[in-house]
């Protein structure tokens, strides 16, 4: 910074201005400094800079997959927020491991990130606690925090969304509606069964535990719980499945237990069976599946400006954001019980 003052004939705290981007330096002095950057090759040195401030310009995002399209989305839209801030994002799958979440979270801490959003896969979150006295923020997406924290939190609307979709077929005729959801320890598993069960008692329904199948993803379980409900005696005419992965897993289940080629969109599914499936995916449109579609990247950008709010100091109570979901129909979810 030096050399840059002398070649600009400017002092050194107006280098430091124009590198920080602080106000205070006209344009023809910017722009010498600007030059003598260019001709010397001159690089900030940040990790002089995180010595001095505190802060590494970092923040670390803690996902379930980072290959999954609901969360690759939600990661995009965090990094963008992040680097309209002059922040690198850092990134981990955890795999639904809660000790490979703490794993990651800790190591994140200990590289000094400055804030963390995190999609827990563990509902006990004390271990934050030292973090949180260490200065880190942090901000749960997707589900809230466990026990022993109290922090921000944005998520889908599950319940509302869930309920739609259920409240959709029976609009449509359907009585005996299943629900093939993840396993009821999630959280989203758990608040899309609800909403479920809401719409069924607000049409004066029944609900049949014989008609839910609940647990983690595994086609071939979900083959044989699919089958299941198939051979019952009073079987169902529509199903509600709980996610984006259980969606794709339910229509190869009904290809594989279709006697003849299952055909999608306007055209019957096996056995005149009906389907809404929570999470668009593709190519969903393609195939006529009527989906109650999340918004991964309002949730991303939202989780991101609420982290930047507490770096830049805000101090008041834990917040809960609910991202709304909608109901997109294209087909599979209109059709009429057989």
Known sequence: MNDVAAAAGVALKTVSRVV??????????AERVHAAIDLL??????SARTLRSGRTASIGLVIEDVADPFYSSLSRAVEEVALRHGHLLFTG???????RERELVLAFCARRVDGLIIVPAGQDHGYLEPEFADGIRAVFA????????????????NVGGARTATAHLVAGGHRRIAFLGD?????????????HREALAEAGLPYDEGLVTMGPPDPDR???????LLAAADPPTALVTGNGRFTVDTLRALAALSPAPVRLGAEPY?????????????????????????????MGRTAAELLFGRLSGDEGPARRAEVPARLIPRGSGELPPA
């Open 20 to 29: 920080n981007q602080e106000p205070g330096v006209n344009a023809a002095t």
């Open 41 to 46: 090759g001159y690089r900030r040195n940040d």
């Open 93 to 99: 799958s955890s795999r639904e491991s809660p000790e």
């Open 142 to 157: 997707d589900r809230p925090p466990g026990a022993g924290c109290e922090a921000d939190a944005v998520l889908c609307d």
């Open 183 to 195: 396993s009821p320890t999630i959280f989203t598993g758990r608040e899309r069964l609800r909403g």
């Open 222 to 228: 979900l083959r044989a719980d699919i089958a299941r």
């Open 270 to 298: 096996l056995g005149g069976l009906a389907l809404v499936g929570f999470d668009d995916f593709e190519p969903a449109d393609l195939l006529g599946i009527t989906v109650v579609a999340q918004d991964p990247g309002r």
